[in-house]
């Protein structure tokens, strides 16, 4: 099965960047859509980012303007850019991938990785 690994979280002071990573590894795929999820302690799983195959994006209103994804289909990998990071956006970030079948009626199937650790100190 596919597996998606993030790296790139750690510790930083608020103003500071950090670039997270995923890549998949097994089978070569090509998602239809990729993003990344975030969940800060006590509170819901939230969207970040999403981009799909043919680069179209989508930010939460708070990261716009700080934030920027970006996937390489020929290596299906996908970075998210964090600038000017805030004590907010404290949390763990999750990668995620979406597939689609070419048979009618189209099925999806959802790949989620394991998650990274983001700290932003103020």
């Known amino acids: 099965q596919v597996q998606l690994v993030e790296s790139g979280g750690g510790l930083v002071q608020a103003g500071e960047s950090l670039r997270l990573s995923c890549a998949a590894s097994?089978?070569?795929?090509?998602?239809?859509?990729m993003g990344w999820y975030r969940q800060a302690p006590g509170k819901q799983r939230e969207l970040v980012a999403s981009?799909?195959?043919?680069?179209?994006?989508n930010y939460a209103d708070s990261v716009k303007g700080r934030f920027i994804i970006s996937r390489a289909n020929a290596t299906n990998t996908m970075d998210l850019q964090m600038n000017s990071l805030k004590p907010d956006d404290t949390a763990v970030y999750y990668c995620?991938?979406?597939?689609?079948?070419?048979?009618?009626?189209?099925?999806?199937?959802?790949?989620w990785g394991q998650g990274t650790q983001v700290t932003v100190s103020s």
């Open positions: 097994g089978s070569i795929f090509s998602f239809n859509v």
């Open positions: 981009i799909g195959s043919s680069s179209s994006t």
């Open positions: 995620y991938a979406q597939l689609r079948t070419a048979t009618w009626p189209p099925r999806l199937t959802h790949f």
